[in-house]
């Protein structure tokens, strides 16, 4: 067997739990919400960040594709702003859609950068489209999913911008403590011999995850699930 499809076999029995949490609302958040005040918006925030595998997958895809910290600094900061003005614009202003619809959206963004990573626009003759803009166009896009599963929650009135700006704090924190597993795993297999076969499996991943994902989410929508 080639060692990059080694690596995706590999890759993909340590990836597949994360098709197991989905980061949906629950009763249990709803309860913790409705009697834990600011503090459990963070703490919601930041569980729904670190189940949400779509979302890490897809900053999984965008650190592989870097090769400097500095790098990584700058375009998850792009990412960051992208979600935070539409997770906390679009619940402010009461702006949903069907999460279903969003959600699959969100599959493409993991397809797409597995795609890119694995040089998919220069075998096909296609200029890559600019990175850091891509970036913050999926960010605003995982932003509005954030924000469609914040508006699912019976918030109440009172401190109704208290409560967004405490769950997007939260999903701050999540993103930070995600991160540092993914860029520390990273950064050191690209001190191993065989980086470019786990490379290629894992992108690989991202594309089959991405298209996985995708048609799930459709099936969602259509069946009314």
């Known amino acids: 067997m080639p060692k990059s499809m080694k690596y995706l076999l590999v890759v993909g029995l340590?990836?597949?739990?994360f098709l197991g949490f989905a980061h949906d609302v629950t009763s249990a958040d709803q309860e913790l919400l409705r009697g834990g005040g600011l503090w459990a918006y963070?703490?919601?925030?930041?569980?729904?960040?670190?189940?949400g595998y779509d979302h890490l997958l897809f900053l999984a895809g965008v650190v592989f594709y870097l090769n400097s910290f500095k790098d990584i600094l700058k375009?998850?900061?792009v990412?960051?702003?992208g979600h935070c003005?539409?997770?906390i614009g679009a619940t402010y202003a009461g702006i949903t859609a069907n999460e279903h619809?969003?959600?699959?959206?969100?599959?493409?963004?993991?397809?797409?950068?597995?795609?890119?990573?694995?040089?998919?626009?220069?075998?096909?003759?296609?200029?890559?489209?600019?990175?850091?803009?891509?970036v913050g166009l999926f960010g605003l896009i995982h932003g509005f999913g954030l924000s469609t599963r914040l508006q699912s929650f019976e918030m109440g009135s009172g401190d109704f911008l208290a409560k967004i700006l405490c769950?997007?704090?939260?999903?701050?924190?999540?993103?930070?403590?995600?991160?540092?597993p993914?860029?520390?795993?990273?950064?050191?297999?690209?001190?191993?011999?065989?980086?470019?076969?786990?490379?290629?499996?894992?992108?690989?991943?991202?594309?089959?995850?991405?298209?996985?994902l995708f048609v799930y989410q459709i099936y969602g929508y259509i069946s009314g699930h």
């Open 101 to 134: 619809l969003v959600d699959a959206v969100i599959a493409l963004s993991v397809l797409y950068k597995g795609f890119e990573n694995l040089g998919g626009f220069k075998k096909i003759g296609v200029k890559s489209p600019n990175l850091l803009l891509m």
């Open 182 to 212: 993914i860029v520390f795993v990273i950064t050191l297999s690209r001190k191993r011999t065989h980086f470019q076969a786990f490379y290629k499996a894992t992108n690989w991943y991202l594309v089959l995850a991405g298209i996985g």
């Open 85 to 87: 003005i539409t997770l």
């Open 79 to 81: 990412f960051t702003i």
């Open 75 to 77: 375009f998850i900061t």
């Open 167 to 180: 769950f997007n704090l939260g999903v701050e924190i999540g993103q930070v403590l995600a991160l540092i």
């Open 42 to 51: 963070i703490q919601v925030g930041a569980t729904h960040m670190l189940t």
């Open 14 to 17: 340590c990836l597949v739990p």
